[in-house]
């Protein structure tokens, strides 16, 4: 078994939100459920392209000083630019308190609250 390989709800598996360089992970729980809810209502994949991120990693990509994703709190999913506002929608319906279009780049940032 390789590092944080291991189901933490039905289509998501724990490695899918470490952190690319050193492979440590935060995933608060209401981003999991959220995600779940919203790969539900979907019935299709989401692929996480970014989840936890270390303070030098969050740097290293330019994410923003006290960003959510090091704190679990966020995520950023794979979309086609003309899926965006769709998945926005949904997500909005799923859980999540703020999402923000990246069409240029193929992904949607999504993130919850902490209280």
Known sequence: MRLNDFQI??????REFQCPCCHAVIVHRRLVVALQKLRDSLSRPIIITSGYRCAPHNKAVGGVKG?????????????????QETLRAKAA???????????????????????
């Open 9 to 14: 709800s039905p289509n998501f598996n724990l």
């Open 67 to 83: 960003s959510l994703h090091m704190r679990g709190l966020a995520a950023d999913v794979a979309a086609a630019p003309e899926f």
């Open 93 to 115: 319906e799923s859980g999540f308190s703020r999402t923000i279009a990246y069409p240029a780049r193929s992904f949607v940032h999504m993130e919850v609250s902490d209280g």
